[in-house]
């Protein structure tokens, strides 16, 4: 088990910037990956941001070039940095990690954080 808590949420302008941050309950350096995802309001979740375990990172086509993911490992903590924020960046943003499994037959593992909003005004 892991629990996922984002943080860094809320209400900007567009063209402004916020940090998400999701600290993790595990050492995050054991999580085969780790990303973002967002859910707007009557659409599908979808990826923002996706950092495996050997740094090979993965960004969805529109949040590139603006927004920037990373970790630390001694804070076991995942950080979303977003710049030049644009109204339809307007979602839940939830925390994911995939886990390797916990024994030798199990499955791997997904673990999602409870979601924090941005909202992004014209």
């Known amino acids: 088990q892991v629990q996922l808590v984002e943080s860094g949420g809320g209400l900007v302008q567009a063209g402004g910037s916020l940090r998400l941050s999701c600290e993790s309950s595990r050492r995050i350096f054991s999580m085969n990956s780790m990303g973002w995802y967002r859910q707007a309001s009557g659409k599908d979740r979808e990826l923002v941001a996706l950092?495996?375990?050997?740094?090979?990172?993965n960004y969805a086509d529109s949040v590139k070039g603006r927004f920037t993911i990373s970790r630390d490992y001694a804070e076991n903590t995942m950080y979303l940095q977003m710049n030049s924020l644009k109204p339809e960046d307007t979602a839940v943003y939830y925390c994911?990690?995939?886990?390797?499994?916990?024994?030798?037959?199990?499955?791997?593992?997904?673990?999602w954080g409870q979601g924090t909003l941005v909202t992004v005004s014209e």
């Open positions: 950092i495996t375990s050997s740094g090979t990172i």
């Open positions: 994911y990690a995939h886990l390797p499994p916990p024994c030798i037959e199990c499955n791997p593992l997904d673990a």
